[in-house]
DNA sequence: CCTATAGTTGCGGGGAACAACCAACTGAGG
DNA sequence: CCTCAGTTGGTTGTTCCCCGCAACTATAGG
């Protein structure tokens, strides 16, 4: 059977992978200062709305010790909550700040522009449709990675 | 317009991203100890052929100096064979020796079982589909973010 | 009391950029 | 020719960021 599609997929994927990197790295400071991934934090809590920090992390697929620091410096930020938990001492909720929902949406036309810019020439239909298959793709990895009960370890 | 597809993608990207580098470096050291970054690398060489570092570095959107770590690394597991070139003593030239062909030909084949096991109800009509779109993505943002004269700084 | 869970903090490591550097290839003038 | 300035190919040192693991505190629940 047909193998090399994986592989291609594989390739382009890490590609993807560099190219995102230096887009967000470079076209510098999208989050006003924040950097990619805390905005990713930012984004995720925007999507799923307040929630804990071990939800988070976990939305994020990362340790929870990285969600804790990043967590941390946007809260000293103030770009992000953390209100302690009525129902759990321990734990606490995090949600996003009025100014961390305008740092997000300034940041989210940001990007868009960039990446519009990248991609004049294609169609909606296209885009929408790469959106789709990689939505698809995300989900069934990560389904497969971390769906199966087996521990992040 | 719809900005939202692009924001769309941002994020679907951002996510492969995480899953990518989980999937690469949990489903571990596909590349027989050698991880992703420098899998990357033996992958480039395998696509491009024989080539310079400064090529080599340009194709994998890195820094030279971490292009030329990851060589002298690849040479000394002797996966990567590194020869003067006959042009310009100042360069050498960088190519797979039968060894890096090997792994990298494992490495592909195991990487490509583990993507087809997560994709497994994925028809190949649209995983081509995803290659394809993915390959556009790919050459136009690189065009955008490297295409243009302005270094890297 | 004992175990499990929410989070924090202290390591350590890997990948990458930047800067400073050496070496060798240019390409004018003299 | 010859030399010297400028350019280009690579390497090394430093630093930074992101991450995971382990150890720890504190609360929850039986």
Redesign the pocket.
């Known amino acids: 059977m047909r193998s090399d599609v994986w592989s291609d997929l594989v390739d382009q994927g890490r590609l993807l ?2 190219l995102g ?2 887009l967000t ?2 076209h510098v400071e999208i989050y006003e200062g924040v ?4 905005g ?1 934090m930012l984004a995720a809590l925007s999507k799923g709305g307040a ?7 976990d939305q ?14 946007l ?1 000293e930020r103030g770009l992000v909550e ?1 209100r302690p ?1 009525p ?8 949600d996003l700040t009025a100014d961390g929902h305008a740092v997000l949406q300034r940041a989210r036309e940001r990007s868009g522009e960039i990446v519009a810019a990248a991609l004049a020439d294609w169609s909606e239909a296209e885009a929408r449709q790469l959106v789709e298959l990689l939505t698809k793709l995300n989900g069934d990895l990560r389904e497969e990675l971390c769906g199966g009960r087996e ?3």
């Open positions: 992978v560099r990197k230096l790295h470079r950097g990619p991934t805390l990713g929630m804990r920090l071990t939800a988070l992390a994020l697929q990362v340790d929870t010790s990285v969600a804790s620091r990043q967590a941390a410096e809260v953390r938990d129902d759990d001492a321990r734990a606490g909720i995090l521990r992040v370890r």
